[in-house]
């Protein structure tokens, strides 16, 4: 792995476990059981990725994403574009068509199933590059919550 990479990685772990033990201040971009829109600014893909569940919120998590301007030797996007939604109720894995990058997400709950639907919004750049992600489990405060990290890298 590419030395500057991996201190990226290590200084975006760092941050997220120096971080306060309150859920409460870490920039949500919804409330429970809220639908929201986040887009990452022109050129920029998501990096990070935390949400934090509650049982008693509609088995619901709040969810805050953090962006990263893309490596110079890509160039600008050439499209980009909202892909496919995933339906709510039901198991999904998802992926950018076209070889895209995650530079957005849409997400509307619904009560009905105690569950999101999620649409992705994704850039197509004429150059590619690797796109690896690692989940970290940073707290665990018995069965009814816990916080999740995503950490998303571009491998050139």
Not at 30 to 49: D, K, L, S, T
Not at 136 to 156: K, N, P
Request: hydrophobic letters at 35%.
């Amino acid at each position: 792995m590419n030395p500057v990479l991996l201190a990226s990685a290590l200084s975006l772990l760092a941050t997220v476990a120096a971080q306060s033990n309150d859920h409460y201040d870490m920039g949500w971009v919804n409330g429970y059981r809220q639908g929201f829109n986040f887009q990452c600014p022109h050129g920029e893909v998501i990096v990070a990725i935390r949400s934090y569940f509650s049982e008693n919120e509609g088995s619901d998590r709040l969810w805050s994403f953090e962006c990263q301007p893309t490596p110079e030797n890509l160039g600008e996007p050439s499209d980009c574009w909202w892909d496919d939604i995933n339906r709510a109720g039901l198991e999904w894995t998802s992926t950018c068509t076209r070889n895209g990058l995650v530079a957005g997400v849409q997400s509307k709950y619904f009560e009905s199933v105690l569950d999101r639907e999620w649409q992705f919004y994704c850039c197509y750049y004429k150059r590619s590059c690797p796109y690896s992600c690692m989940y970290v489990l940073t707290q665990y405060c018995g069965h009814d919550e816990e916080a999740v990290c995503q950490f998303c890298y571009l491998l050139c």
